[in-house]
């Protein structure tokens, strides 16, 4: 039998959306990851993936604690574009975001959370770009009942993109020429989100039908922040 290697059969493993967060020292952070997965129920333990250049990784790494706060299926790109997007080594991704003080003052994220789940480490796994962290689940707690964030809603309806050092991440693929229908496009150099002219960004003011060219100079891009500058036709 022929092999065959089609990376986007792996979109349709299911994950959920959750941000993950550790302190260390005087140093806090968190990120979006989808790769977090229940391993035993007694004890109960969970694991999860970090790439190794990510600042998250190396407060896990020091701290040996990490939280994981389940989203809802309502949280704006925008939330999810700061804590994915973003580096917490330039920004303080935690500053006006709602968040607890956990055990071993790990920081717990409670902005667009459905519920959150303390982990001490018990261990850990390298493989290639990450480490598998694994660990007990030491408080587990709801905060309010609603829909989970998964990844397939994110990227099929939301539109969202992912981040080159997830742990899913696929390059994209040369796109075709462009259509009449889809001509005034602009994709994010840096979390490749396309704007649609047909569409616009009526959630910061741009209405559907306005023209990249129009949007304001100071707009920027809704999922990552990314300046106007920073989009290439396609």
Same mark, same amino acid.
Not at 15 to 21: D, H, Q, T
Not at 34 to 40: D, E, G
Not at 119 to 148: C, M, S, W, Y
């Given at each position: ?136 689940? +030491? /408080?587990? *707690? %709801?905060?309010?009942?609603?829909? =989970?964030? @998964? ?9 969202? +993109? /992912?981040? *080159? %050092?997830?742990?899913?991440?696929? =390059?994209? @693929? ?61």
């Amino acid at each position: 039998m022929d092999t065959e290697l089609d990376m986007s059969v792996l979109y349709l493993l299911s994950y959920g959306m959750y941000v993950v967060a550790a302190k260390a020292g005087d140093k806090i952070n968190g990120q979006i990851v989808n790769t977090v997965f229940q391993i035993t129920a007694t004890p109960p333990r969970i694991a999860v993936s970090i790439n190794r250049e990510n600042l998250t990784h190396e407060l896990i790494s020091q701290s040996g604690m990490f939280s994981v706060s389940i989203l809802d299926n309502e949280t704006p790109l925008a939330f999810i574009g700061q804590f994915g997007f973003r580096s917490g080594r330039e920004m303080n991704k935690m500053e006006h975001v709602t968040h607890l003080e956990g055990i071993n003052s790990c920081p717990v994220v409670v902005d667009n959370a459905l519920a959150y789940l303390e982990v001490k480490v018990t261990n850990q796994v390298e493989v290639d770009t990450h480490t598998i962290f694994i660990g007990e689940v +030491k /408080t587990a *707690k %709801r905060l309010k009942e609603g829909t =989970p964030l @998964t990844y397939d809603y994110y990227h099929q309806v939301k539109g969202g +993109k /992912t981040s *080159k %050092r997830a742990a899913t991440y696929i =390059p994209p @693929t040369t796109e075709p020429a462009s259509t009449p229908e889809k001509r005034g496009r602009f994709q994010c150099e840096v979390c490749q989100w396309i704007y649609d002219p047909t569409i616009g960004d009526p959630e910061h003011g741009i209405a559907p039908g306005t023209p990249f060219e129009d949007i304001p100079d100071d707009w920027v891009c809704p999922v990552c922040g990314a300046s106007k500058s920073q989009f290439r036709p396609i």
